[in-house]
Every structure is written in C-alpha cells, then in structure tokens.
C-alpha cells in the first residue's frame, strides 16, 4: 500500500479489557479521528479495519491460519511464480525490500522461503494492522521461531525511504505490488482491496516506485501487476513471469553498486 490516508480512523476496544491497548495503539500510530465511517477495532483476537455500513467484511492481517497458512503449506513452495521472479533458485534466499506492504501476504511467502525481507508501508492504518499481525505471528509456535528474523516492518513512505537508504543495506531484490483498480469483484483478496481501495485511494505515484527501485535494487526488481495491467511507468521488463490472474514483470539490474 502506498497512498496516504487523508484522516486516521479511531481505535475501540471491542474487548473493554484492550481498552489500554487500543489508546496505546492510537497513540503510537496518530490514529485519533474518525474518518468516512472507518475504524479500527481491537477484538479479543486482533485489530481488524471495518467500515461501518460498508457491504465488505473486516479486514486484518493473519500469518498464522487461514489462506496465508494454507499458501505456506500447499502453495508450491519454491516453484511459485513469485519465488521465480524473485530469484529462488536452489539455495539462493535474496534479501528483498517490499516497498508496498498492503496486508504483506507476498512478503510473508518470501520469509516463509528463506528470504530476509523488509516491509515498507507508509500508511499509518495498514502499519498498524501489520504490526498486530507480526505480533501474533511471533508468538506462534510453527512460525514464531524464524517470523522475527525474516520479516520486519518499516512504516515510511517508499520513494523517500529508497532515495535515502545507505548503499550498504541495497537489498538484491525490490519487490512492487502498487494497488491497481480490479475488474473482478468474487475473490476474498478482492473483498479486502476494495476497503483499502475506499479507505486510502489509488497509487496514484505508482510509477515513481520504479525508478527508486532500480537505483537501489542489486539484482533485480520485480513489480506484480494484475494480468490485464500495463508496464509500470510504461517500462518493458526483462521478462515476464505469469501466473492464473496476475503476472509478475522482472528488470534485471545490469550495473554493480
């Protein structure tokens, strides 16, 4: 997720024994005004995102079970496409910079895979519901053990966080995933998209993200796009990796930093 949220919404403790938790919360992140009818809200389990009288669910983030667990287990491991756009090839287990974190599912099979990656999310909302998840995450006995070392969370915006990293901490891989208007309406994924979508807006400078990226990628960048997407900032990759509903463009880098 790149674009900013232009109010914060409010935290309740749906649970009155979170109440501290849920100041705590919107302290840390500046979350202290209601906005178009979004809040968040901390349950006995998590910190969910709903928007009230909206028609979709609420949407938090979850390393632990459901579809997330359910892709670790089952999804193909190192044979998906993601990981061979990334460059999974045998022992190899690039560090990788995800510049648009949103619920941070892509980055979470990158860890699962052996990958060091840094999360970046510049929205304060979609920060905090990111940092819930790894929290939880972190206590579970399966993933808890290598969660923490391999996935970590930055909250900053991403063409100003690339342009000042230090060259000593380029990663091999940037990873871009900008939220792009969907055409179908049926998947869960797209449930969720649509209430960041109405919460936060488009990427409308999405095609600043490239750029950055190459300057400071190693290896190379990879930019997931909806199957019927152009190239981002109208640049022609290297190749294009594609799977059932998206396709994943990769630039290899030529030069050495």
Not at 56 to 63: A, I, L, S, T, Y
Not at 154 to 159: P, T, Y
Request: proline share 4%; net charge neutral.
């Amino acid at each position: 997720m790149t674009q900013t949220e232009s109010n914060s919404p409010l935290v309740v403790a749906l649970d009155l024994s979170r109440g501290g938790e849920a100041q705590a919360i919107a302290e840390r992140w500046g979350l202290e005004a209601l906005a178009n009818g979004f809040q968040l809200q901390l349950t006995a389990e998590h910190l969910q995102l709903v928007q009230q009288g909206g028609q979709d669910g609420p949407v938090f983030v979850d390393f632990v079970a459901g579809a997330v667990a359910h892709r670790r287990r089952f999804g193909g491991g190192r044979g998906q496409s993601i990981a061979k756009a990334v460059g999974l090839k045998g022992g190899a287990n690039p560090t990788v910079v995800d510049v648009t974190g949103g619920l941070g599912r892509d980055a979470f099979v990158l860890a699962s895979l052996g990958c060091r990656v840094t999360l970046v999310e510049r929205s304060a909302v979609v920060a905090a519901l990111l940092e819930d998840g790894l929290a939880r995450a972190r206590e579970d006995a399966e993933i808890g053990p290598w969660i923490g070392e391999r996935l970590q969370l930055v909250h900053a915006e991403a063409v100003s966080w690339m342009e000042a990293l230090d060259e000593e901490a380029f990663p091999e891989v940037v990873y871009l995933d900008p939220m792009f208007p969907h055409r179908r309406k049926s998947a869960l994924v797209k449930k969720e998209m649509r209430l960041l979508q109405a919460l936060l807006g488009g990427d409308a400078d999405a095609d600043a993200l490239l750029p950055a990226a190459l300057r400071i990628a190693r290896k190379r960048v990879v930019v997931k796009r909806p199957d019927y997407a152009p190239h981002l900032a109208g640049m022609k990759p290297t190749m294009s990796i594609t799977s059932k509903k998206h396709r994943f463009d990769v630039y290899v880098v030529a030069t050495v930093h």
